[in-house]
């Protein structure tokens, strides 16, 4: 185990160096100049860590799931199907309009607008989720804890 334990230390140190780097990088060309490589390589990025962090819940979830208890499989993929069908609502009703102050050969695919609305809404979602949570969970233990 002390093995796998430097392993990620490792990875994390890596992903941080790599991350801190585009980010000077990025700064040093000037995102406000117009350069869009800076940009695309930050977003690029970006991608690449959300989708390493939804690989390793994914991932770790199932092999401990597993381990610990083999009937968690199914409680892990009616969490998967409701995750998806919240990113298959978002995205419907993603309108996908077009970026403001920006000319016609400037505009990005509409591809990219509705997925970019669709992050937008389940930022959102997500948000107001967590907010609920926060106030649910103290209203729940302040009446848990009330002395008669």
Do not use: H
Not at 42 to 48: D, H, I, K, P
């Amino acid at each position: 185990m002390k093995n796998y334990n430097k392993i990620f230390k490792w990875a994390m140190v890596l992903l941080i160096v790599v991350s801190v780097a585009l980010l000077i990088w990025g700064f040093a060309s000037g995102w406000d100049k117009g350069n869009v490589a800076t940009v695309d390589a930050l977003l690029g990025w970006t991608y690449c860590m959300v989708g390493l962090a939804v690989a390793a819940v994914v991932i770790v979830g199932l092999v401990i799931g597993t381990i610990n208890n083999p009937k968690s499989l199914v409680k892990i993929g009616i969490g998967l199907v409701a995750v998806a069908v919240v990113c298959f609502i978002a995205y419907l009703i993603a309108p996908g309009d077009p970026a403001l102050n920006l000319t016609t050969m400037d505009q990005p695919s509409d591809s990219m607008l509705k997925l970019t609305d669709t992050i937008l809404y389940l930022t959102y979602f997500a948000g107001i989720v967590a907010v609920l949570s926060i106030v649910v969970g103290e209203i729940r233990l302040a009446i848990t804890n009330k002395k008669g």
